[in-house]
């Protein structure tokens, strides 16, 4: 029996092992990347990217690395690397649980964004201002932010954008 729990425990845990391994890898190949490029544009995506994959193995590194693009894009005028690094902050400041600087990112990201004119990357920002309000208890707001992401993937013909949104008001609806 022993044996047999082992092996079960072995098999369920290999998977887990062999994605944080990718995951090892890939912030690697992103460091490496990062000390070969000059500030530019380049290392804003590189700094958002590995902000993105340190979501699954340390958050407390997300935040610097987002702070690092936002305040790089911002040197370059890089309007959408800008808007995109101030929707990340906004995302961890809210998973920090502080309401007041999360909702502040993530107005001026859906402003930049606008400004930039990438509907999707406002789709996106809509969408995290919906998981904001749903954590919160605020069903009416996230469905309101939720439909206005889905008006916007329709004009803009965005249908991955469209098919998130649909998939999380329905979510909201069985709540």
């Not at 906004?90 to 502080?98: D, T």
Request: net charge positive.
């Amino acid at each position: 029996m022993k044996q047999f729990l082992s092996l079960l425990l072995l098999f369920c845990c290999f998977p887990l092992l062999a994605q944080s391994d990718k995951l090892i890898q890939k912030k690697d190949s992103l460091y490496a990347a990062l000390r070969k490029s000059a500030p530019d544009t380049t290392r804003v995506s590189i700094y958002l990217n590995l902000s993105y994959a340190y979501a699954k193995i340390n958050k407390d590194s997300i935040l610097p690395l987002a702070i690092k693009a936002r305040d790089l894009a911002k040197s370059l005028r890089y309007l959408r690397g800008e808007a995109e690094a101030s929707r990340q902050i906004g995302k961890q400041y809210s998973l920090l649980g502080n309401s007041d600087l999360a909702l502040s990112y993530l107005e001026t990201a859906a402003q930049q964004f606008q400004q930039a004119n990438y509907a999707q990357g406002t789709v996106a920002t809509y969408i995290v201002f919906a998981d904001y309000y749903e954590k919160k208890g605020k069903l009416e707001s996230s469905k309101r932010y939720l439909t206005l992401a889905e008006q916007l993937s329709k004009k803009i013909r965005y249908f991955k954008g469209e098919a998130n949104v649909v998939r999380r008001i329905g979510g909201l609806y069985l709540q």
